[in-house]
T-cell receptor
């Protein structure tokens, strides 16, 4: 079975600082990986996804993630944090049939 | 772009009553929809896969008689929480796949969620 582990349930950065949210996956087949963002009391919005091809994936709002098969990782980064980035972030792996298995989530706080 | 609408966004009900939550794909047809449940400060747990015109597939540990799912059309799936109890209070989120392909590469579009509070 596939699974996702997000290291750190809460990450705090200063505005303008680098954002790094960690995600490791377990999969017996080539994975499809996703990062979603959730604002309070809202659904999930897709930030970016990796299916095949280029391992560095660029998403919306300046976020990007790199698929590293050797490390089974798909960490999310953004060079410079903005106050509006404060939210909950979920890494997910897709199983057959299209359903997503989510990590535990990481709450990002951005300090002024 | 693909839009999924959930209704109601918030609902409060008395213990023992039933509550229906609707999930609609507004600008595309969705053969498959998924229902997730999210407790405060926790991740999303898949409850069931809803397939148009057939019975839903429930995840292990989810009571199918308590969480009734109906997917009668290509744009609507409903989740009914029957005989609700306080422990059913949660944030319920639906998602839909655009088109008929079920490749893992498909992107799910999520609704805004429905917060259920059972008194």
């Amino acid at each position: 079975a596939q699974s996702v582990t997000q290291l750190g349930s809460h990450v705090s950065v200063s505005e303008g600082a680098l954002v790094l949210l960690r995600c490791n996956y377990s999969s017996s087949v080539p994975p499809y990986l996703f990062w979603y963002v959730q604002y309070p009391n809202q659904g999930l919005q897709l930030l970016l996804k990796y299916t095949t091809g280029a391992t560095l994936v660029k998403g919306i709002n300046g976020f990007e993630a790199e698929f590293k098969k050797s490390e089974t990782s798909f960490h999310l980064t953004k060079p410079s944090a903005h106050m509006s980035d404060a939210a909950e972030y979920f890494c997910a792996v897709s199983e057959a049939g299209g359903k997503l298995i989510f990590g535990q989530g990481t709450e990002l706080s951005v300090k002024p | 772009g693909a839009v999924v609408s959930q209704h109601p966004s918030r609902v409060i009900c008395k213990s023992g009553t039933s509550v229906k939550i609707e999930c609609r794909s507004l600008d595309f047809q969705a053969t498959t929809m998924f229902w997730y449940r999210q407790f405060p400060k926790q991740s999303l747990m898949l409850m069931a896969t809803s397939n148009e015109g057939s019975k839903a597939t429930y995840e292990q540990g989810v009571e199918k008689d308590k969480f009734l799912i109906n997917h009668a059309s290509l744009t609507l799936s409903t989740l009914t929480v029957t005989s609700a109890h306080p422990e059913d209070s949660s944030f319920y989120i639906c998602s839909a796949i655009r088109g008929q392909g079920l490749s893992g590469a498909n992107v799910l579009t999520f609704g805004a969620g429905s917060r259920l509070t059972v008194l």
